[in-house]
């Protein structure tokens, strides 16, 4: 599990690779929890959901707890204000898009097509601005790029109604495309999030990734959300 971005008030996010294997495994034996433990310096509770690809948020620690033992709820964004917790999706192709506020409430998201079609990113904005956030800042993980992300069918016209015609990009081989990073950065801008940093890796051509579009993978990363700077 690497570093992969720290935010101005100290929250940082951590993104594995093909190098440590399916994060899935990485989950299931408590390994993750216990390495994001030891780079922290604190006890660390993994927050995650059932995703769905869905438009759904939930709260976590903000009022409500998720037990360790408790059934994952159905969803693809979770928010929180405790420093207890670290929040985490599972991706492939798919965005895992990172959210973080001065007030200290912060937010994981998984964040696909059908996500983003589906409202995700604001859904979560919104709920932590009902927590208290102003600014919100976001940072995207790695995910796949235009050149490599074919998309066809109606539902990419949909897309770019709702977001604009940027989102509409070419393969490298030039077929049509779905622009999923530039379809994340509009969402994002239509809630009010203009502060967005992302990584320039792309999941589809990047050797270290996972792929389910490029390579039928069935592992996944781990992108998990960790408060810093005193929270």
């Given at each position: ?35 994001l433990?030891e780079?922290?310096?604190r006890a ?10 869905s438009?759904?948020v939930h ?9 360790a ?7 693809d ?11 985490g ?6 965005a ?11 937010a ?10 589906k ?8 709920a932590?601005?009902?927590m208290g956030a ?23 016209w949909?897309i ?5 015609g ?6 490298s081989?030039?077929?049509v ?8 950065r ?13 990584s ?7 050797d ?16 998990v959300?960790?408060p810093?700077?005193?929270?």
């Amino acid at each position: 599990m690497r570093l992969l971005y720290r935010f101005e008030n100290g929250h940082e996010v951590y993104f594995t690779t093909k190098v440590e294997g399916d994060a899935r495994e990485l989950i299931s034996c408590g390994a993750a929890e216990r390495e994001l433990g030891e780079r922290v310096g604190r006890a660390i509770r993994l927050g995650r959901l059932n995703q769905i690809h869905s438009g759904i948020v939930h709260l976590i620690g903000c009022g409500e707890r998720q037990e360790a033992d408790s059934s994952l709820p159905d969803g693809d964004g979770l928010v929180a204000c405790s420093g207890d917790f670290g929040l985490g999706v599972l991706v492939a192709d798919c965005a895992p898009v990172a959210l973080t506020s001065a007030e200290g409430i912060f937010a994981a998201v998984h964040a696909g097509w059908q996500g983003v079609s589906k409202g995700v990113l604001p859904e979560a904005a919104a709920a932590m601005r009902s927590m208290g956030a102003s600014e919100i800042s976001a940072y995207v993980g790695p995910c796949i790029r235009s050149e490599c992300y074919e998309f066809k069918g109606p539902e990419l016209w949909e897309i770019s109604r709702e977001l604009g015609g940027s989102v509409v990009g070419r393969t490298s081989w030039d077929t049509v495309s779905l622009d999923l990073l530039e379809a994340v950065r509009r969402s994002l801008a239509k809630a009010g999030v203009g502060n967005v940093e992302a990584s320039q890796a792309c999941t589809a051509c990047g050797d270290e990734y996972y792929s389910f579009r490029a390579r039928q993978s069935q592992e996944r990363h781990l992108m998990v959300v960790v408060p810093g700077g005193g929270y």
